[in-house]
């Protein structure tokens, strides 16, 4: 079993950076396909990016293709994003999640464990 801890979200202006952390437990971690996910009020939670377990091979969605980025720290347990230039179109509660067996890993429903989530503020 994994449990997820994010943080690093907060309250910006537009064009301004944060770097969310996501700390996982479990010795396990580096066997897991990590992913972001983030959902605006009133809007289905969506897949941002993901990294996968071994190679550290990431995929990113085209909405902040350039402006975010996902990475991995196996021995320290954690995954992070890095968000660059935000838009308030980007402000929502982002939430880590991990899988180990996925068809797409681009659906929450193919996620096992979730983290609670932290906000993200941007305003223009």
């Known amino acids: 079993q994994v449990q997820l801890v994010e943080s690093g979200g907060g309250s910006v202006q537009a064009g301004d950076s944060l770097r969310l952390s996501c700390a996982a437990s479990?010795?396990?971690?580096?066997?897991?396909?990590m992913g972001w996910f983030r959902q605006a009020p009133g809007k289905e939670r969506e897949f941002v990016a993901g990294?996968?377990?071994?190679?550290?091979?990431?995929y990113v969605v085209d909405s902040v293709k350039g402006r975010f980025t996902i990475s991995r720290d196996n021995a320290k347990t954690t995954v992070y994003l890095q968000l660059n230039s935000l838009k308030p179109e980007d402000t929502a509660v982002y939430y880590c999640?991990?899988?180990?067996?996925?068809?797409?890993?681009?659906?929450?429903?193919?996620?096992?464990?979730w983290g609670q989530g932290t906000q993200v503020t941007v305003s223009p």
């Open positions: 990294i996968t377990s071994s190679t550290g091979s990431t």
């Open positions: 479990g010795r396990t971690f580096s066997t897991y396909y």
């Open positions: 999640a991990a899988t180990r067996n996925a068809i797409t890993y681009r659906l929450a429903r193919e996620y096992d464990y």
